[in-house]
């Protein structure tokens, strides 16, 4: 049965040079850092990958990312990869665990999560499932 973590996230994204500006569209790459809070606890460092277009509202991302911390009391880490497009300001995103990337106390972690923004702050729903924890 999957569980939940939910919360909250402060994000910084760098722009990281080249950007590729052309007719129509304008390709970036950004360093991702990010403190999560109250279902995961912990921090993520990652890349991203942008296309943005004239017209406003419609744009696309991929992004990878580490994150490192605690899930359900359980500690270590894991990485999620992110593919998002808007067309028009209506967004589509789907952002998963790389299969087998759980370290430590999270080894076997499977999920997905989905990201909101409300007046410019951050938050997450995770859906997960982790192997029980053994007794070693």
């Known amino acids: 049965m999957a569980a939940h973590a939910t919360g909250t996230f402060e994000v910084k994204l760098t722009p990281q040079p080249p950007d590729d500006k052309a007719e129509g569209s304008?390709?970036?790459r950004m360093s991702i850092d990010k403190q999560f809070h109250r279902g995961i606890e912990g921090t993520a460092k990652g890349q991203m990958l942008t296309a943005g277009t004239d017209?406003?509202?419609?744009?696309?991302?991929v992004a990878i990312e580490r994150i490192t911390g605690t899930l359900a009391g359980r500690s270590g880490s894991f990485v999620l990869q992110h593919?998002?497009?808007?067309?028009?300001?209506?967004?589509q995103q789907n952002i998963t665990v790389v299969p087998d990337s759980g370290?430590?106390?999270?080894?076997?972690?499977t999920g997905k999560m989905t990201i909101n923004i409300e007046a410019g702050k951050h938050s997450y729903d995770f859906e997960y499932a982790l192997p029980e924890a053994s007794d070693k």
């Open 26 to 28: 304008t390709l970036a």
């Open 55 to 61: 017209v406003k509202g419609s744009a696309a991302y």
């Open 83 to 91: 593919s998002g497009t808007m067309a028009r300001g209506t967004l």
């Open 103 to 109: 370290t430590g106390q999270l080894v076997g972690l």
